[in-house]
């Protein structure tokens, strides 16, 4: 449960970061968005849940 609230206490940060020092920059990100597919959206989500998921349990079992 530790390693839960502490991964999300740093994405919170990481999210707070970009967020205070690049506002304008996380706006041009977002209208790019508009312009990629909605699969493609969705391949680079489960790619990145993927890719998260198999760093954890690559962490956990060193």
């Known amino acids: 449960m530790?390693?839960?609230v502490t991964g999300v206490a740093m994405v919170?940060?990481?999210e707070g970061l970009a967020y205070a020092?690049?506002?304008?920059?996380?706006?041009?990100m977002l209208?790019?968005?508009r312009d990629v597919?909605?699969?493609l959206r969705r391949l680079i989500g489960v790619s990145a849940i993927a890719a998260g998921t198999a760093?954890?349990?690559i962490?956990?079992?060193l």
């Open 12 to 14: 919170l940060i990481i």
């Open 37 to 39: 597919p909605l699969d």
């Open 21 to 28: 020092l690049a506002p304008s920059l996380i706006e041009r």
């Open 59 to 61: 962490l956990q079992a």
């Open 31 to 33: 209208e790019a968005m």
């Open 2 to 4: 530790d390693l839960l």
């Open 55 to 57: 760093m954890l349990w």
